[in-house]
């Protein structure tokens, strides 16, 4: 039997899954990560006050959040804390980052699993209709029509993200010591329509894609059977902030077992590298844990907002808590999206430009931490800075925490699809939905 | 139905984010080969075929080399493909050496010694620079309308006044301080190079209070001159709005660690410049190529 080689679509960044099958048994099933640009070794030299400017650049998608954690960790450095109103409005950029990616996530990469078509531009004919009739239509136009209902969801992320950080993809509004400018009333309101009219939209995609959900399930009969494991996430149990504060692990069992600030990670997780990826792996103390909306969801009591409120408890109910098969990780995504906007409707109603969004500072040379809890999970940078500039620099990204969980995941999966016999066609299918369910970010995990 | 494609090189994958900011293009173009979007193996025949990120590997040498066979025409799309971009700043001895080292991994594509520009390996026929460049510039290069121009400057789209009793004698860095509204930048210290950089962005980070770094890369005025022209320019108009001595804007310019993404001029420039790194003989960009 050849080693079986699954090219990845549908995900941020290069990766393959590589499967090697021995007379039907699977010897080894690897994630790989095909790509490196090195930005832990480019920006040494750099200036440090550079780093919320460079950093972003490491991730088209998860720009946000690196922007932030760039700017924490100077100002962890630095001793700096920022007014209030800056970490409003650099809570409300984060929240327009939930927004693009759980939206890119749902709609545009794991809708099209759910029936097993290429696309969102595909995916009309297969969607559930009240009278429990398939198709809503089949013609280019409705293809169409989905997914700019879709593509109009993650563009109110995106323009959040500008209202909060200015430049769309790579925000710059976030600075050490606060944030450039606030926001006024005007800005506000125009941004508060735009959700308030796309919150419904969000909502009724997220119904169709959980009917959709529960129809794949018993079309291929499991949910994902992987062992349960530890999570990590750096988010409080209620009303999350995903500006970030400390770093909890939950055990399979769902006790919380450990709770750290960023700069003693190394204390708690066990990085290693291997000479098949160009990313690394990290396990809570050699267990396999997982980053990413299932681990936060199954450390949430509440979300604080009404209609994520309902489909938290919707979700608790039919599924546990915690919860452990992989394609709930899709399923807790819908939730975040959901309250991110309801969030973000909240605090754009606050007043926004009534005081100081920044206090002076003076750099100085030192160490600094920066977390957040990114749409993937916690991340952090830390930085060593001499003379102002970069001596060392790293990048804790989440993906890492779950390539252990993708790798053992797809193991699972593999030996369900070979035997003796025959390798079923399912197999491609499951390996592209075990690998979309974490949705790892390839840029960021190998940076 | 004119028919689209999108190949992925190394990069962040900002440009397509950006893509799908836009919606004009879905009931008039199909999009064909997208990884990000789109589950398919291979690019088939297009109209356009839209190619971001950098050559860092040699598995992006040759994906690029058998899709632009089957494209009638191909756009450089986003500082990486256009110059290297951001992770240019890796064209340095050390991480260079750091590259090499990484040749001994199994199984991987090989890293490149340099990440190169796209048309250092290919034809293109336009670029559409920025990082990333904005939804609608990309629904410009797409469509083509005959009376879309973009400003020539980021400064003409800023908005901030210029004022003259304002001169500051030193630089600030790119972060320090809380901003002034409405007033330029260069003002109040911050090495914003908007001036000479290519306008069509409508100028979305000094409008919120940050310098522009460049990433649009030099604007008409500039592009098919050296890059010590474009550094001059900048010069001049620090020397007439700032009483800033010029060896600091120098220094500021000059100094790869200021000037993270000037990192992009060396590329820019025309052969005539020092070629770096194997790039032997890449043609100048003409402006008429460059949206």
Redesign the interface.
Known sequence: MPTLTFPLSRIEGHAQVVIEVQAGEVVSARFQAIEFRGFEHFVQGGPAEQMPVITPRICGVCSTAHHVAAVKALEDAYDVTPPPLALRIRELLLLGQIVQNQATSLFIFTMPDRPGVASIFQVAPFIPTTGGERGRGTSEQDNAGIAMRALQVRKAGTDLITTAGGQFIHPVKAVVGGVTSGIGPEQAAAMRAELAEVLPIACELFDLYWEMSLEMGERIGTWGDDAPACYIAAVADCRPNYYGDVIRVMCPAGVMRARFPARDFRAHLTYQETDYSYAGQTSYGGEVMRANSLARINMARCMGTPRADEYLARFHEAFGQPAHAIMLFDLARGIELVYALERALEILAEPLDHEDTAIPYTPRDGEGYGLVEAPRGPLIHHYRIENGLIARAEFIIPTVHNSLAIERALRVAAERYVTAERVDMELERAVGRVVRAFDPCIACATH | MNRFAVL?L?????????L??A?EW??RYR?VYM???????DVPEVDVLLVSGGV??D?DLYNLRRAVQRARQVVAVGTCAISG???N??D?D??RA??LA?A??????H?LPK?RPVDSVVTVDRYLPG??P?PELFMAVLFQPPDFKVSKTVCQECGRKKLKDMRPAHLL???????L?DICLINQGYLCIGSSTRGGCRA??T????PC?GCRGPSDAFIEKESSEWFASIQRVFAAMTDVPAEEIEAALRS???A??LFQFADYAPPSFPPSGGDEGRATRPKEKVL
């Open positions: 992925q190394s990069g962040c994958a900002g440009c397509e984010v950006s799908l900011n919606e879905v009931d999009l990884p990000l979007v789109i589950s398919a193996h860092r590997t598995e971009g951001v992770a700043l890796g340095r050390e991480v750091l590259f990484q001994e991994r199994r199984h991987l594509p890293l990440v990082c990333p904005t860095g790119f972060q320090q301080g809380e901003v509204p979305p980070c409008r919120a209070g940050h770094v790869p660690q200021l993270l993404f």
